[in-house]
């Protein structure tokens, strides 16, 4: 295998809105943060929005170095058999679907995944995991995080790859209502928030996985150290590949 000379692609995760006003208005536009888009080039990649759309194939997404799974609405709770509650968001089942579907084929052909906010919850729920449903009613102890982005501390496991970005606490900037409740399959939690929420996740086995509960893309130099991880992650795997292709 040759050594990589071209900047990595990674696909980022994008939701659908209907434009308000303009010669466009009623349409359906693709949108994604920008602030995703530019800490990805600042850490060397090159961005490829992703739009819910048919499912990718495996070796349609195995042209991809990595994926981005970005902040968002709610998921749809039907999809894991609860009712909805009047403190959810309204959902958007066709782009869960899309960013399941897209997290296991990842998952499937080796594709380093980092998980954001949203894209922390979609990977917890295809791994068969759980969610509170809103904080802090859920959790008393954890701060409201859900009305506008709020700095917490995450207290992070010595032993993970997120503690060689960050060192073992962190102040980050959280912005959400919903967060993990348990964690099943082939995951580990390895970041908390005193309160005992978990922040972050990693996998056990196979290519990198990082989701964090919070906004890197607005962390600045700690956020960027995020977004390095996954291209970390990235020339790991690559290194692997062309030890075995030597073997």
Sequence with gaps: ??????RPLIGV??????????????????????????ALREAGARPVVLSPQDPWTEEELAELDGLVLTGGTDLDPSAWGEEARPTDMTPDPARDAFETALYR??????????????GLQIITLAEGGRLHRHLPEDVPAHPATGQRPTQVEAEIDAD??????LGTAAQVTAFHHQGVREVRGDLRIVARHASGLPLAVEATSGAGVIAVQ??????????????ESLLTAIRHRDVAARTRALV
């Design 160 to 165: 993970s790859d997120l503690a060689l970005a």
């Design 214 to 227: 919070w906004h890197p893309e607005i962390d600045g130099s700690d956020g960027a150290a995020v977004f």
């Design 1 to 6: 295998m040759a050594q990589r000379t071209r």
């Design 105 to 118: 084929t990842a998952r499937a052909v080796g594709v380093p995944v980092l998980g954001i906010c949203r």
């Design 13 to 38: 995760t994008a939701g659908t809105r209907t434009m308000m006003s303009g010669a466009w208005e009623g349409h359906e536009a693709v949108v994604v943060n920008e602030h995703y888009v530019r």
